[in-house]
Each structure stands twice: as structure tokens, then as C-alpha cells.
């Protein structure tokens, strides 16, 4: 796919969507991060729900940490590997008020240290909560840019690297929300829904659906 496609592209995501943002509900950096911890193999809908009791009652590192991992479990208990989750995420909390008087840290390096957080969940909080041009690869933006041509990988860090390369700067900070919204509604895995598709002209996907 050459520069020009690509372009056009985005121009046609942002022209469709032009202030893209995540379905996760949150109002600071770290329910942000709580919230991308818990959708790890868990839909939004279903995080919102769980966060939607939890938040009000706790919501900061410290709040949390006096919940306990029991009292915590209470709350995300209809989530998917709830267990290590919750212990993860007392543990992260401990390091937050320990070492960072309680705020999120802004650096990949940091917050890929804090237990539960990888790659993919840190590129979402550093693009997300502190504006950064960072692209978090999950498995709807793995399949959009390989499907479409606009950056093929086999692993979600070679997609990740090919998108940055190959994203025009101006694009860069909202791509991670135009793809993944794309992916998730209209680039589906099973069955895309092509004749909805605005870019379809210019995927390059072999396979397109005609209904």
C-alpha cells in the first residue's frame, strides 16, 4: 500500500469520527489504567459495568489498596482472570503510592513495571490519558492492518512499529481509536462488513464481503 492510500485513509476515518476516543469509562489517568488492566481478554461493556460500582467507592491507589484483594475481587468478579487481576492490581496500586505519591507515571518504562501492565496496556494509557502518538496493537487493530494492507506484521509489536512508520504524523495520536473502532464494528473478524465499510475501496483484502 503506498502513502497516498494511506492518507486517504485516515482522512476518511477522521472526516467520519473526528474526535475518536475509548468506550472505556473514566475520568483520571488512573481509573484509565484500572479499567485497560481489567479489559485484558473482557469486553468494555463488561468493564464498564464492573468500574460503574467500583469507581464510586474506590478510585485512587489508596482507596483501593484498603479494599484489599477480597474486597476488590467483590467488584470484578464478572470479569474474566479476576483473580490475578485483582492481585495485580493491589500490587500496582502499593507501587503507586509508594513511588509515585499516588499518580499515574507517564513513561513506558515505568508503567510497563507496574505488575498487569504490558506493552499494549501502557500504549493505551500513554495515548488515552496523556496524549501521546502511541498505537496499543490489540487483536482488532492486528487484523484491520493486516486485512487492509496498511501495515502488515506477524506479531502485534511488527504491526505496532509498521503503523508508526507509516501513519502520517497528523494522524498518529487518534489512529490507535480510529482502528480499533473499525475493527470492532465494521472490520469484523468473522464476517467484515465491507458494504459499510468507508475505506473499502482502498483495502487491498481479497476476501470482501458483498452483503
Known amino acids: 500500500m503506498n ?3 494511506r492518507r486517504e485513509i485516515f482522512e476518511r476515518l477522521r472526516a467520519a469520527n473526528p474526535h475518536p476516543t475509548t468506550e472505556l469509562n473514566y475520568s483520571t489517568p488512573f481509573e484509565l489504567l484500572i ?3 481489567l479489559s485484558a481478554q473482557a469486553t468494555d461493556v463488561g468493564v464498564n459495568k464492573a468500574t460503574a460500582k467500583l469507581f464510586p467507592v474506590a478510585n485512587t491507589p489508596q482507596a483501593i489498596l484498603d479494599l484489599g484483594v477480597d474486597g476488590l475481587k467483590a467488584y470484578i468478579k464478572t470479569i474474566g482472570l479476576y483473580n490475578s487481576k485483582a492481585e495485580n492490581i493491589i500490587k500496582t496500586c502499593r507501587i503507586l503510592v509508594e513511588e509515585y505519591g499516588g499518580e499515574v507515571p507517564r513513561t513506558r518504562e515505568a508503567l510497563e513495571k507496574l505488575p498487569g501492565v504490558g506493552r499494549k496496556t501502557a500504549n493505551v494509557v500513554l495515548n488515552t490519558a496523556f496524549g501521546e502518538p502511541t ?3 490489540d487483536t482488532h487493530i492486528f487484523r484491520v492492518a493486516n486485512r487492509t494492507g496498511l501495515a502488515k ?3 502485534p509489536l511488527e ?3 509498521k503503523l508508526l512508520r507509516y501513519v502520517p504524523a497528523e494522524f498518529r495520536k487518534d489512529a490507535h481509536h480510529w482502528l480499533i473502532l473499525h475493527g470492532r464494528y465494521i472490520c469484523t473478524a468473522r464476517k467484515p ?3 459499510a465499510c468507508i475505506i473499502e475501496d482502498l483495502c487491498e483484502y481479497k476476501d470482501k464481503t458483498s452483503d
Open 153 to 155: 506484521g506477524k506479531t
Open 3 to 5: 502513502a497516498a492510500k
Open 159 to 161: 504491526v505496532e512499529k
Open 193 to 195: 462488513r465491507c458494504s
Open 135 to 137: 498505537i496499543a496493537v
Open 35 to 37: 479499567a485497560v488492566i
